[in-house]
Antibody, heavy 121, light 110 residues
């Protein structure tokens, strides 16, 4: 069965960096676009970034552009989110999600359980 | 800035029917926006219910259906069950980096 397992969350000071990982299994990882979506405490969902099946195309929300980098290692079936220059407003549960298409598109399919990032001094 | 608008809250009786809608600030929602619907219960991750307007996942109960209605995307629940009480989010795609969630609808089954 499809599984998406996020890791790497924690407490970090403003201005510092953190890298999230999402280990995928149960499907052909290299065939699908993958997304990061976040949810601040008590708030709604916010789309963060997407990467195409082969890593050739990436898109970011304006709120993270220039600070976050999405990447993938298809040999390890793993998705990453490198988060630099973190701000308190980046505090959220971060979910990885699978698309149904090879290209960018939408996180229409399976979602992980999320990893919590807290940005605080 | 593109805004996607949902009803903040709705209440439905068990066994009843309710329709949630999803509107775009850019105009009528079409199938080209690949409307998606997600369900989220407290303390849980979101779960995809509907993709590309009306397509169901293998795990989506038959009582859930997606459509376009009056220029909006719509999610209809027919024969509502107590376990359908949850937050529901729609998502619209405007191309590239423009992927926008609605603010969510809190559905109460009472």
């Amino acid at each position: 069965q499809v599984q998406l397992l996020e890791s790497g969350g924690g407490v970090v000071q403003p201005g510092r960096s953190l890298r999230l990982s999402c280990a995928a299994s149960g499907f052909t990882f290299s065939s699908y676009g993958m997304h990061w979506v976040r949810q601040a405490p008590g708030k709604g969902l916010e789309w963060v970034a997407v990467i195409s099946y082969d890593g050739s195309n990436m898109y970011y929300a304006d709120s993270v552009k220039g600070r976050f980098t999405i990447s993938r290692d298809n040999s390890k079936n793993t998705l990453y989110l490198q988060m630099n220059s973190l701000r308190p407003e980046d505090t959220a549960v971060y979910y990885c999600a699978k698309g149904i298409r090879a290209v960018a598109g939408t996180p229409d399919d399976y979602w992980g359980q999320g990893t919590l990032v807290i940005v605080s001094s | 800035q593109t805004v996607v608008t949902q009803e903040p809250s709705l209440t439905v009786s068990p066994g009843g029917t309710v329709t949630l809608t999803c509107a775009s600030s850019t105009g009528a929602v079409t199938s080209s926006s690949y409307p998606n619907w997600f369900q989220q219960k407290p303390g849980q991750a979101p779960r995809a219910l509907i993709y590309s307007t009306y397509n169901k996942h293998s795990w989506t109960p038959a009582r859930f259906s997606g459509s376009l209605l009056g220029g909006k995307a719509a999610l209809t629940l027919s024969g509502v069950q107590p376990e359908d009480e949850a937050e529901y989010y729609c998502l619209l795609y405007f191309g590239g980096a423009l992927v926008v969630f609605g603010g969510g609808t809190k559905l109460t089954v009472l």
